[in-house]
């Protein structure tokens, strides 16, 4: 079973200064999709980032970043220019591309992201 | 123009009665899902349905029931509510492979006394 693990329960940042948050994983599999989600307060989750294990071109969206090491099975979330509105639990995700029950998300334990002004 | 929407935000409820939480999606989506998410933050799958036909059922209490009347509605019915069933329940939806991106509802918090 595939396992994700976030070693990091809590991190801090000034704002407008960079921030990794890091996520590695367990898996069998050579194809599969990664994510990383984000719970602020308002407990919604919210996708940040998504990254297909074939794709060798790391991610982005704006000021959100992902640094995807397939060999190491590690995939980190770089946050650049921090924001006070960035500050939320940010939760890695593992998803399998294999059909018939396989779409489950397994997530890792979460790290909660602190940004002081 | 919500896209993924559970009724009620908020459950308190007594141990040992019985309550539904329902979720729609507006996305065209063809899956729905169930998670929990426990005091520890910890989030963990419960169900989940393809085009109203079960696919996922991970160890969860048969006090548990998902009901699927159509593709945009995935209901969680719980019996004989517990303790330990107090949680942050998420619905979440996703278009199998196409894009396969789940998104999520905006949870729903019980809490049995």
């Known amino acids: 079973a595939q396992t994700v693990t976030q070693s990091q329960p809590e991190m801090s940042v000034q704002e407008a200064e960079t921030v990794t948050l890091s996520c590695t994983y367990d898996?069998?599999?050579?194809?599969?999709?990664l994510f990383w989600y984000k719970q602020p307060p308002s407990r919604q989750m919210i996708l940040v980032i998504r990254q297909e294990a074939y794709k060798q071109q790391n991610a982005t969206e704006n000021r959100f970043s992902v640094n995807f090491q397939k060999a190491a099975k590690s995939f980190s979330l770089k946050i650049s220019d921090s924001q006070l509105g960035d500050a939320a639990m940010y939760f890695c995700a593992y998803r399998s591309t294999s059909q018939g029950g396989s779409e489950k998300l397994v997530f890792g334990k979460g790290t909660k992201l602190t940004v002081n002004p | 123009d919500t896209a993924v929407s559970q009724t009620p935000k908020y459950l308190v409820t007594q141990m040992g009665n019985d309550k539904s939480i329902k979720c729609e999606q507006n996305l065209g989506h063809d899956t729905m899902y169930w998670y929990k998410q426990d005091s520890k933050k910890f989030l963990k799958i419960m169900f989940s349905?393809?085009?109203?036909?079960?696919?996922i059922n991970e160890t969860v209490p048969n006090r548990f029931s998902p009901k699927s009347p159509d593709k945009a509605h995935l209901n969680l019915h719980i019996n004989s509510l517990e303790l330990g069933d107090s949680a942050v329940y998420f619905c979440?939806?996703?278009?199998?492979?196409?894009?396969?991106?789940?998104?999520f509802g905006p949870g729903t918090r019980l809490t049995v006394l």
């Open positions: 898996t069998s599999e050579s194809d599969y999709y």
């Open positions: 979440a939806s996703s278009l199998r492979g196409i894009t396969d991106t789940q998104y």
């Open positions: 349905y393809n085009n109203k036909e079960l696919i």
